[in-house]
Structure formats: structure tokens, C-alpha cells
């Protein structure tokens, strides 16, 4: 089964189904291939950026060390107005392409050629805006603070940017809650009503649509699920699903299997390599992992392997899915960062061990979560590998029986150690939900208005509380007296 | 040509059990060329070294978000910790089971480390020198501690650090109490003796005498006699950058490097402006570090032959050109070239203060700026141009030659560059 759009409106993908362990909403194996990018075997994941840049990993890291071909970015990371600027174009559309930068977005972000772009409007996950949707626009959140995006604007964005895979607006909460069915009705209206206005105004055909999936149920979104189906899909102006909630599936399986062969894309958030597993089961594609950013962050390094290592009389009980690598025990360690089960060929662990990450994250050297963004999006990545060929070679028994044993050997959550570390740095206020990150903004105040910082105030690293903030303070005195100026 | 192979034949060498020197070309010895300025090789335990040399400061064994691979592709192959933070994190018991900083870090280039004595005496205000040591509260809990000679070295062959600085006493250069003054030099010296017993791996690592005396000149000259008694195998030049007038800096470096002898390395510590460095190799030192280079990227700043630019300013939000034109840095060389980003000002701009990448990529292309600057000052002074490269430098940075800063325009007469000559 392969759906092939090269001579329908998005010339630029190529989606091959390799092999589907039933017809449907089920576990499949396959290829997503844009021109001029490395093709993603799927399932797979693509990597989420904050303001264009994969969290800690400058470009050069990104194409040697992190293994991702796809980047997630969010318009609503370039288009602030600075307050004496409120005028200004922003930037990103004035860049300028070259050969190695084809794309404007790649081209403003460093982005190397080969990686797949996809562009929505909010971050992942989105910081809910107090004053919600209208009816022609949605709520972003920049770093100047909330602005709205008409679906004009974002239409020429769109244009201008060419991302590999564009998103239409769609009419969300961003909250965890359940819309009342009232709001449901709305969402689904509105978000019909902007895809009809997408697919009229979008005319770069290298751009292809990923039309939004609503988390909500589909008896509420059917007449718009219909219409992509019918008005959309045979023009192949529709070139793949957005899906915010995997358990719509089952129902498209049921009611609109027309679009079963699109790739399929998850904004689901999935809290842990488990609810991948099972997401997986219901036929997604290809999932962005809002919580990888959040666990280097945190400190800690992902241990898992799909298929989960055969038993072990040193290992017993269930295996952490991460290890916390700010905990003493790991002072002295010379070991690579995830257990020698997991073989983990990354750049941190080949060429550094577990002693210098805990030595980084304890002295808060911005070095330690570079390192563990490497490694975890290693382990991530060799996950799906495994997934992808125990489907390949074993089937739907296979991938059943796997998933049962790694919810056995792991455990259901990350451990504790996330919650405990200090993570109030700044760059990441619109990341980590509302709330916080009005809490978290101010830090950035005092150094962005050090304007001619040449070596006075506060380094980016603060944030800690506690003796160690004392310790950092006072080093830092004594750096700027030895400068001397 | 042929004068280059011979001066390649007559290389002069000086060995120690842990480094080897080899001066490869001398200024002075051209009659084009009168500066001090020297190119030299120093071979460490881990690997040779060219001089003269930028070293980038990794305080806490990490440069700031780069990476020990990408400081290598930097073409780093010497660069500082700092012991008072070693000290204190991961410690020296952590230091010892891993087997050094090297180890630690991931690091198999040459590492130099300081004292740990400037720290303490700049930072604790109630830091109390003694001749037993430093005595100061621990910024943990407040409890008494004390840093002797004995104790920096301790620490340092913890660290195993190819090159180690001994523990010295140091007040401020304009400090004005010559008594003080000469008690801190005359115990630097003693603190030096016990250094040098202390040392438990003289085969494997390094120690560096530092020269004090403030801005005192014949004080300088009598310290320089009393450390070189002692024969260590390089010599740094301390207590400088403290608020010292550049005249007087300058005046310092060139009355210690008349009396050093030509085979052994030169260090002056704690200097990092390009101006600075540039003048300091006329004057004939050859080592040079310090944390502003990399603490400015942090600030959003890039350091360019043109100049200091800060890349939060609004005029770069729109600039797609390399953060420096010409610079070879992975950040800036050209994207058709091997390893190159394509960063433009514009996403340094986006960035800068908000994601810790666009700190990454200043700091990247500050440490390249530094070092590049240093091999370049090499090369000319190898193929006979050091004083027309000197006249470039500042042509570059100063469009109008009456603002040439008056102190290098004299530290350079005083050698022989005339800057304002046309
Ligand atoms: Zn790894
Ligand atoms: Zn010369
Ligand atoms: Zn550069």
C-alpha cells in the first residue's frame, strides 16, 4: 500500500507504507521522504525546538550527534514585537536562501538541508492564552507576551517559511481539561471553517498540509473529518494528519478510511515511552516528545531499550526508564551515561561518562544538558529503531508481546528526580506551562538589560537558590575582578 | 627562503623532565624587525603547543557549553581550570578516584591550572594572608579554612594539569603600601621554595613561578633574579590586569621579559583583550589568558578585527551576513566550506539571552577569534612581518589613527613600531 502524492499538489512527499500489521488503525512500518531532506523511517520522532534551535545543541552538534531528520517550529518563537519595534517585519521573513539553506526557515535557523521542517503556530506544549481564539484568529504567546494571529497572517507565513509540513490553525484550548461539548462544537466549527480558507489561499506546493485532529470526540468533528476526506484528499492538496489525540483513530478506522494511508502525525504529548508504545498501537507515525527537552533538563538520562534487554539476575525488579544523574552515586562513575545494556553509541557516551555529568549538572555548567540532550535523543532514537524492526521482522504478535515485557521490565514513570532539581532558567518560560513562566521571566529582565554586559551582572546560569547560588555568586565576583575591567 | 631554513637549523631548544621549549623565530634577531615578539613550541605531556598562544579558561572543566570535541575543532590544544572551583566541585577525593581532569573532562589536550589563591584573596573579602597561607571561610558553611603552598599543590596533582601555577601572595598592583608590597613578593618567593617541595610529580606536570612586585619596576627585576634562582620551567608574570593604567602594565611585562631568558615559556596571566595580546607578544610574552572572552559571548557580544559588536542590537536583527566576515569559525566560514553552520547575525540576534545556543555560538567564535588571532601573530612573526601585521591589527580596529590608544602606541615606540608612521 503506498500513497504516493508526486503528482498531486505536494510534489514534495513521499509517504510508503513498508508494511501494516492489520489495514486500519494499527502499528505499521513506513518511509516519509521530502525532497532534498533524509527520508524518516517511521515510526519515529522529530525533534521539538525553542526559538529554532533544538534546546542546548548548536547546529553543528544537531547534525553530527543528534540523529533527528525532523524539527518541530513554532511561528509564535519569531514574530514578537519588541516594544520600540512594533512595527517591524519580523526578521524571519526577510532571510535570505541559499543552496545549503533552501527554505527561509531553514536558512534563519542554521537548519542543516537535510532536516525535515514542520511548522506550527503554537509551541509544544502551548502556554493557554487567557483571552482565547476568535474567530478568525488564534492566541500565540511570544516572548514580548500574547499577540493574535490572524489565519491571513499565518497563511503568508507559510508561504514565505516553506516548512516541509505545514499545519493549519486550528481552534484549541491548550489545556489539559475537556472542552464542554458546547466548545467542542466551536472548536470543530472553526477549525473547518480555517481549513477550508488554508486550502483555498496555500499555493507553494511544496508545502505539504497536515490537517489538524481535534481532542475531541469524533461524533463532534465528523462533518469536518468528512470534508477532508472528501474534498480534499482526492485533490491531494491533503497530504498527511496532525492528530492531538490518538484515540480518534479507531473512529477514522471506522468512519473515514479513506485517510488511513496519510502518514500520521501526534501532538499527543506523550508522558512516557509506555503511552508511545501504545500510541504506536493505534497507528501514529511520527510523535513529537515535549517531555525530552524536559528530562535533560531535569538531569536526567534515559536508560530504556526497545526490546527491553532479556532478564538479568544483577537486574532485578523493574528497570527505571531514566537515571538521575545528579544523584551522588554517580560522582565517581566512570560508566557511559544509560546502563552498558542499552549500548548507547551517542557522543556522551563514548566520549564522556557519568561522573563528568553529574559534576556539570552540580555546577550548573550549561554543558551537562547539551550532553544529555545528546544521549536522550539517542535512546529515543534507537527506541523507535527497535520498534520499527521488531514490527518489520515479527508482526502484530511480536510488537504485542514486546510491549507487554518493556511494561514489565520498566517502570511506569520517570523517577522523582525530575520534580527535585532546580529548573528555573528562563529560556524555556513558554515550555513549561503559564503559570511558571510568568515566574520565570523576570530572570531574563536583568540579563537582557545588561545591553553592554562586557562582563558585569548576572551569567545566563543563575537560578539557583539555595548555598549553591551563594557559591556561584561569589565565584563569579572573583571571575570579573581577575578580568579587570 | 634560505634564511628561514636556517634559522629552522639553528632551532634553540630547552628541555625540563615534563616540557620541552624550542624557539623557532625571534623578532629581534632581523634587522626589519626590533619587537621581542617570539614564535616558539612548547611540547607538553599532552601534546605540542604553539606560542605564542590564547588559552580559553574552562573554570569548572566545561567551556561554557561547547563541547571538549568542539573546543578541539577550535584548534584549542591548551586550556585553563581553575583549581579554587576544583576544589570545591567535584573535589579532590572525586578528582583522585577519577584519575585527574583530564579524565574528567574528556580532555586529552594540555590543561594549566592556577593556584587557586587569586580567587580566594579577590573574591572573600575576608580572606587573610599569613605566612602559614590563606586563611578565609568556606563559602559552604562559613567555616575556617586555609590554603597553604602545600595544599594548591596538593590539589593541583589532584588535577594533574600539565601546567601548575604556584601559590602566590597577591595584592593589587596599585596597592600603595610598599611595605606590603614587598612582603608579598618576597613571600611569593618563599611560598615558591615550598611549592617546589611540595610537588609530587615533577616528571609529569609542570610549575610555574610567578613574578610579583607590583608596579614597582626594580622590585619586579629583583623578583624576577630570586624566581629564576629557583629554575622552573616556565614563568608567568602575575598580579597584573588588576585596575593597573595600561602604561603601567606594559612597563611591568617589558622590564620582567628583558631579564628573562630566551628558552623558557612566558605567561602573563590573566590578559584577554585583543589589544592586549598583540602588545604583550611585541613586548615578548607568549601566553595569555583570561574568562572575558567567553563571558562577553554570554552577554551577546562578538569579538571581530573591527571591534566589539553586541548582537542583541537591534540592527542585527535583520543582518544575514556571518557574525564576522572572513573569520574560519564553524559558526561564520563560508557554508559551501567543510563544517559550517551558516549562522547569521539575525539568529545570534534572535537568540542572544534567550536560548543558551546563542551563547554556544559566540563563545565558539570568540575562543576562534582569540586563537586565530595568536596563529596569525605566529605566521608573522615566522615570515618576518610582525611589525606590519602589528600596523594591520590596529588599522583594522581603529579606523582613525588618532584614536590609536596612547599606551600601545608608546609600549610599541618603545620597540621599535612606530604605529602613526605613514
Ligand atoms: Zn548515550
Ligand atoms: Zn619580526
Ligand atoms: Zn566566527
Redesign the interface.
Known amino acids: 500500500m503506498t500513497v504516493d502524492n508526486q503528482d498531486s499538489g505536494s510534489p514534495a512527499m513521499r509517504f510508503e507504507i513498508l508494511k501494516a500489521l492489520k489495514d486500519g488503525a494499527a502499528a505499521r512500518v513506513g518511509r516519509l521522504a521530502f525532497a532534498g531532506r533524509l527520508p524518516i523511517d517511521t515510526p519515529n520522532f522529530i525533534a521539538i525546538t525553542?526559538?529554532?534551535?533544538v534546546?542546548?545543541?548548536?547546529?553543528?552538534?544537531a547534525e553530527k550527534h543528534l540523529k533527528t531528520t525532523g524539527a518541530y517550529m513554532a511561528l509564535e518563537d519569531?514574530i514578537e514585537r519588541?516594544q520600540?519595534?512594533l512595527k517591524?517585519t519580523p526578521?524571519?521573513y526577510?532571510?535570505?536562501t541559499?543552496?545549503?539553506?533552501p527554505t527561509r526557515l531553514h536558512?534563519?535557523?542554521?537548519t542543516p538541508p537535510s532536516v525535515t521542517t514542520i511548522l506550527s503556530a503554537r509551541r509544544l506544549p502551548a502556554v493557554p492564552a487567557p483571552m482565547g481564539n476568535t474567530t478568525n484568529a488564534v492566541s500565540v504567546f511570544t516572548?514580548t507576551g500574547f499577540q493574535s494571529l490572524t489565519t491571513t497572517e499565518y497563511h503568508s507565513a507559510v508561504e514565505a517559511l516553506r516548512p516541509d509540513i505545514a499545519i493549519p490553525l486550528a481552534d484549541l484550548t491548550h489545556t489539559t481539561t475537556t472542552p464542554n461539548s458546547k466548545r467542542a462544537l466551536r472548536m470543530a466549527e472553526r477549525t473547518d471553517e480555517w481549513t477550508v480558507e488554508w486550502f483555498s489561499a496555500l499555493s507553494n506546493s511544496n508545502v505539504s498540509t497536515f490537517a489538524p485532529v481535534l481532542p475531541i470526540p469524533y461524533s463532534i468533528q465528523w462533518e469536518y473529518i468528512s470534508r477532508l476526506a472528501e474534498d480534499y484528499l482526492p485533490t491531494g492538496q491533503l497530504a498527511g494528519l496532525a492528530l492531538y489525540d490518538a484515540d480518534v483513530l479507531p473512529d477514522l478506522e471506522s468512519h473515514s478510511p479513506s485517510l488511513l494511508p496519510l502518514p500520521r502525525l501526534a501532538f499527543t504529548n506523550p508522558p512516557t515511552p509506555h503511552h508511545i508504545l501504545r500510541q504506536i498501537s493505534l497507528g501514529i507515525d511520527l510523535f513529537t516528545l515535549p517531555f525530552l527537552n524536559q528530562i535533560s533538563d531535569a538531569g536526567l538520562a534515559l536508560s530504556f531499550t526497545f526490546p527491553a534487554p532479556p532478564d538479568s539476575k544483577d537486574m532485578p525488579g523493574p528497570q527505571p526508564l531514566a537515571i538521575d544523574l545528579s544523584h551522588p552515586t554517580h560522582?565517581?562513575s566512570?560508566l557511559p551515561l544509560s546502563p552498558t545494556t542499552t549500548n548507547c553509541a551517542c557522543?556522551a557516551c563514548t566520549?564522556?561518562?557519568r561522573?563528568?555529568i553529574?559534576?556539570?549538572l552540580?555546577?550548573r555548567?550549561?554543558?551537562?544538558?547539551?550532553?544529555l540532550q545528546i544521549h536522550n535523543h539517542a535512546v529515543i532514537s534507537s527506541f523507535f529503531a527497535g520498534v520499527r524492526a521488531t514490527i518489520a521482522e515479527g508482526g502484530a504478535d511480536a510488537l504485542e508481546q514486546a510491549t507487554k515485557r518493556f511494561a514489565t521490565v520498566y517502570e511506569a514513570d520517570f523517577p522523582e528526580g525530575m520534580a527535585e532539581r532546580p529548573r528555573a532558567r528562563g529560556?524555556q518560560f513558554k515550555s513549561v506551562g503559564g503559570g511558571e513562566g510568568k515566574r520565570n521571566k523576570p530572570a531574563?529582565g536583568k540579563?537582557?538589560g545588561?545591553?553592554?554586559?562586557?562582563?558585569e551582572?548576572k551569567?545566563?546560569e543563575r537560578g539557583g537558590e539555595e548555598?549553591d547560588g551563594?557559591?556561584k555568586a561569589?565565584?563569579e565576583?572573583?571571575?570579573e575582578?581577575?578580568?579587570?575591567? | 627562503m634560505w634564511a628561514t631554513a636556517r634559522r629552522m637549523a639553528s632551532h634553540r631548544t630547552f628541555t625540563s623532565p615534563a616540557l620541552k621549549f624550542e624557539l623557532v623565530a625571534q623578532c629581534s634577531v632581523r634587522m626589519t624587525c626590533t619587537t621581542r615578539a617570539r614564535a616558539s613550541i612548547l611540547t607538553l605531556p599532552h601534546g605540542i603547543v604553539n606560542l605564542p598562544i590564547f588559552m580559553p579558561v574552562a573554570?569548572?572543566?566545561?567551556?561554557?557549553?561547547?563541547?571538549?570535541?568542539?573546543l578541539e575543532a577550535t584548534n584549542c590544544r591548551l586550556c585553563l581550570n581553575n583549581t579554587?572551583?576544583l576544589g570545591?566541585?567535584?573535589g579532590q577525593e572525586?578528582l583522585d578516584?577519577?584519575g585527574g581532569a583530564h579524565?574528567?573532562?574528556?580532555w586529552n589536550h594540555n590543561i594549566l591550572t592556577d593556584s587557586g589563591g587569586?580567587?580566594m584573596v579577590?573574591?572573600?573579602k575576608l580572606a587573610n594572608v599569613t605566612e602559614e597561607g590563606v586563611r578565609f571561610l568556606s563559602?559552604?558553611?562559613g567555616s575556617p579554612m586555609l590554603l597553604t603552598p602545600e595544599h594548591s599543590i596538593s590539589l593541583q596533582n589532584s588535577i594533574g594539569s600539565d601546567i601548575m601555577m604556584q601559590l602566590d601572595d597577591v595584592i593589587v598592583t596599585t596597592c600603595p603600601d610598599k611595605v606590603r608590597m614587598r612582603e608579598a613578593m618576597e613571600r611569593s618567593v618563599r611560598w615558591l621554595d615550598r611549592c617546589i617541595a611540595a610537588h609530587k610529580k615533577p616528571e609529569s606536570q609542570n610549575l610555574f613561578c610567578i613574578i610579583q612586585g607590583g608596579l614597582d619596576l626594580d622590585m619586579r627585576r629583583e623578583c624576577v633574579r630570586q624566581m629564576l634562582a629557583r629554575d622552573t620551567p616556565g614563568i608567568a608574570i602575575g598580579g597584573l590586569?588588576?585596575?593597573e593604567a595600561k602604561d603601567d602594565f606594559c612597563k611591568v611585562v617589558a622590564a620582567c621579559t628583558e631579564l628573562l631568558p630566551d628558552l623558557k615559556p612566558r605567561y602573563v596571566m590573566?590578559i584577554?583583550?585583543p589589544e592586549d595580546l598583540v602588545v604583550s607578544v611585541a613586548l615578548g610574552a607568549d601566553m595569555f589568558d583570561?574568562?572575558?572572552p567567553t563571558?562577553?559571548a554570554?552577554?551577546?557580544?562578538a569579538i571581530t578585527k573591527h571591534g566589539?559588536l553586541?548582537m542583541?542590537r537591534?540592527i542585527y536583527?535583520?543582518d544575514?551576513g556571518p557574525i564576522e566576515d572572513g573569520c574560519g569559525c564553524?559558526c561564520c566560514r563560508p557554508?559551501?566550506q567543510e563544517?559550517?553552520?551558516?549562522?547569521?547575525r539575525?539568529?545570534v540576534?534572535?537568540?542572544a539571552?534567550?536560548?543558551?545556543?546563542a551563547?554556544?555560538?559566540l563563545t565558539?567564535h570568540n575562543v576562534w577569534y582569540q586563537l586565530d588571532l595568536m596563529r596569525r601573530a605566529r605566521e608573522a612573526i615566522i615570515q618576518d612581518r610582525f611589525p606590519a601585521f602589528v600596523k594591520e591589527f590596529f588599522a583594522n580596529l581603529y579606523p582613525d589613527s588618532s584614536k590609536y590608544p596612547s599606551w600601545a602606541v608608546d609600549a610599541l615606540r618603545g620597540v621599535g613600531i612606530d604605529l602613526l608612521e605613514t
Not at chain 1, 534546546?55 to 552538534?61: A, L, R
Not at chain 2, 579524565?103 to 574528556?106: C, F
Not at chain 2, 554570554?298 to 557580544?301: L, S
Open positions: 525553542s526559538r529554532g534551535a534546546p542546548h545543541i548548536t547546529p553543528d552538534n519569531f519588541p520600540q519595534y517591524r526578521p524571519i526577510q532571510a535570505s541559499t543552496p545549503k539553506h536558512s534563519f535557523t542554521a516572548s560522582a565517581t566512570l557522543y566520549s564522556h561518562h561522573a563528568y553529574h559534576h556539570l552540580h555546577a555548567e550549561m554543558l551537562g544538558w547539551t550532553l529560556y531574563w540579563l537582557g545588561n545591553e553592554d554586559g562586557n562582563g551582572g551569567t545566563e548555598e551563594i557559591v561569589v565565584e565576583m572573583a571571575v575582578e581577575k578580568e579587570g575591567r | 573554570t569548572q572543566a566545561s567551556l561554557k557549553g561547547l563541547t571538549p570535541e568542539q579554587y572551583h570545591l566541585k567535584p572525586v578516584a577519577i579524565k574528567l573532562q574528556g587569586f580567587q579577590s573574591l572573600l563559602p559552604h558553611d590586569s588588576g585596575g590573566g584577554g583583550y583570561c574568562v572575558w563571558r562577553t554570554r552577554f551577546g557580544n566589539v553586541n542583541k537591534e536583527a535583520t544575514f564553524p557554508v559551501d563544517g559550517a553552520m551558516g549562522v547569521t539575525a539568529f540576534h534572535h537568540n539571552a534567550k536560548e543558551t545556543v551563547a554556544h555560538l565558539l
